[in-house]
């Protein structure tokens, strides 16, 4: 019996030699630990408006088979919204949208979270960092880390799209996403805000602190 102690390294070089490493994968594991993916520490608590945005893209098909993108912002403590249609769901794109959530959100964003999306990368990453917005992503296939977002999407779906809301001119539809978020935000009532719309919780939390008392405390 013969003892050989091999380094990892040369473990590695060996496998890679037989072809019994998937290079693709391997670079790509390589990426990922040169830039690790910041992920929200466990028990994250949500007490103040723009504490945490969820953004996450929606899948459209309109009449006549045309694909578009909903992106969609949520503020996880007053449900607060704001959505855009898009023919492309590109970082650019996902980019252009972070200057459209500044503008609506009537308070700073101090934290966004995103899937693992290529739209969330590059551009729209490299925003964030520039905005000193901390951008948190979820852990891959883990939709329910996105919860708030996800759930707005069935309500979307319930609430909108099933209702005759898909057309097939593109600048039609973002006329009526843009009725829908407006409908979201001051008039539809939300069970979760004690059944205000976002707009009237806001408007009660800047006005009265102490009236609002809700704490959101997310898990990992």
Known sequence: MHSIELS???????????GLIDKKKSNKRRRASLRPKERYR??????????LIQIDVKFVTLIGGR???????????????VLRVCASKSSRNAKIFIDECIDSFNFK???????????????FHDYLAKLD???????????????????????DEIEFYSNGNK???????????????????????????????PNQYLDKYFNNKKACKTTIILQA
């Open 109 to 123: 964003i101090k934290a966004i979270q995103t899937d693992n999306g290529s739209e969330f990368h590059k551009k």
């Open 8 to 18: 990892y390294s040369t473990i590695g070089r060996i496998l890679k030699k037989q």
């Open 67 to 81: 694909q578009v993108y909903q992106f969609t912002a949520i503020d996880v403590l007053t449900k607060k919204r």
């Open 42 to 51: 466990k028990g994250l608590k949500i007490k103040s408006p723009g504490d």
């Open 167 to 197: 057309v097939y001119d593109i600048d039609v539809m973002k006329d009526k996403i843009a009725e829908w978020e407006y409908v979201w935000n001051n008039v539809r009532p939300h069970e979760a805000l004690g059944f205000l719309t």
């Open 133 to 155: 917005i901390s951008h948190y992503y979820t852990y891959p296939r883990q939709p329910k880390q996105n919860s708030y977002v996800e759930r707005s999407h069935r309500s």
